[in-house]
């Protein structure tokens, strides 16, 4: 309780439990970039993401007796990932066709771009995660939700099981099945397969890349 | 999740193995089998590695704005319990309170009780009670500073008062009389008036004199200050603790 640089998540909780209410804004900083993160790749739009985000908070704000402890992000993530749903469900999904043309409506500001490796490689990983974007948003729901919270905000199995309520195995499987969906749609798409392609080849003429189906 | 037609695995499966998630070790160590001799698997496999190294590289997005929950939004949505709304009302109150007791102590000592009223003539306690007068008023902002933070030092400091001012006409020549009633003053004034009546003579003293009324009702609002401001928050926390 008296560690003031970073108390723990209980203990913030706590203090607002007892009474010292503006100890949750430091929470609300603590997490609101996964939650804004979490709402934005699953709805694609801003302003959504931007509601969903206030709602968690509010909502994890008024129903903070019912946390019980374990990980709070988890619950946290748990309330954005139910209100998320129910907003998809209620939402016209226009189905995507192609990786060119899926997601150009998606145009929001990206806080950090990676560090080239070179210029050609770079542009070849920009366009490939363009497409990678795109082919994301082709997914069902619930693989999509998992590669997200999984592969993209990297979140443990324990953790993408408690926030989408589903066993550890289920967890194993959308994602599996979620990656190998992602594969097979870059793969059945010509310019993806051979952006995938040409970056394989170059990182085996470059440096090391750990031969595959070694274990 | 398996081997296809063709005896490939199937996409799922290779994604599977990837991330360690085939629950039979049979079947994982046929894929292994299979990955070391199939060169289109094996390029399966990368193509997976490039893929979710990608996903772990897609940019994070800027936040639009601060979700931070605004004053009045975290007070209205968490209804305190009036104990804690008024909390500050009432540690203040308590700091006033024990201030005002001290300083109506310090008077009532400095006019030498209800007896000096009838007889200003005791020149030497008079003379001593002006030396202790300053004394009270000299605990009195170290009350007020402590009062807000801690409930114990304020009890302590108004306390403490009483013994150091009393000594001194002690020390004096003084009428006995006059000693006991000052030290009888702090505790009746505190609880109750009217028993605080001096045990030798003085009619004037049956009607309690305003200062020592003014001094009990000071006590009594720090006593229920105390009790509203630091007692009952701390005793509900730790009921809803102990419940939890
Ligand atoms: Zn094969």
Redesign the interface.
Known sequence: MNAHLDPSDDALIQA????E??A??LL??RY??N???VA?RLLRD?YL??DI??ET??RA??S?DDYRGGSFRAWLLRIAHNRALDVLRSMQRRPATSLDLAGSDFR???????VPASPVEYAM?DE??RR??AA?AMLPDDQRIT?ILS??E?FSYEEIAAITGVSL?TV??R???G??????L??ADESSREL?EG??RQ?NDGPS?R???S? | MQFTADGHPSDELLSAYLAEAIDDPAVEAAVSAHLAACAACQEHIAQLRVITALLAELPAPALPRSFALAGEELQRLRPQPWYLRYQPVFRWASAVAAVLLVALLGIDLLAGGPAPAGAPSSTPSAAADRQAAPEAAAATPVAALSAPAEPTVAMKSAGEATPEATPVPASTPAPPAAVTAMAATPETAATAPVTGAPPEAEPATAMPSPIRLASAAAGIVLAIALALGFLLPRLAARRRQLSR
Do not use: H, I, M
């Open positions: 607002v439990r007892s009474g209410l503006a949750f804004n609300v900083e609101q970039r939650v804004y993160a934005l801003r993401a931007e985000t206030q908070f509010l704000y008024t903070l929001v500001r990206w806080s950090v771009e990676p990983r490939l995660r990678l974007e994301l590669v592969d993209v990297g195995g194993k499987s994602l599996s099945r990656r190998a969906r992602l594969r097979a870059l793969a995938l970056l394989l990182a890349e031969s595959s189906g274990e």
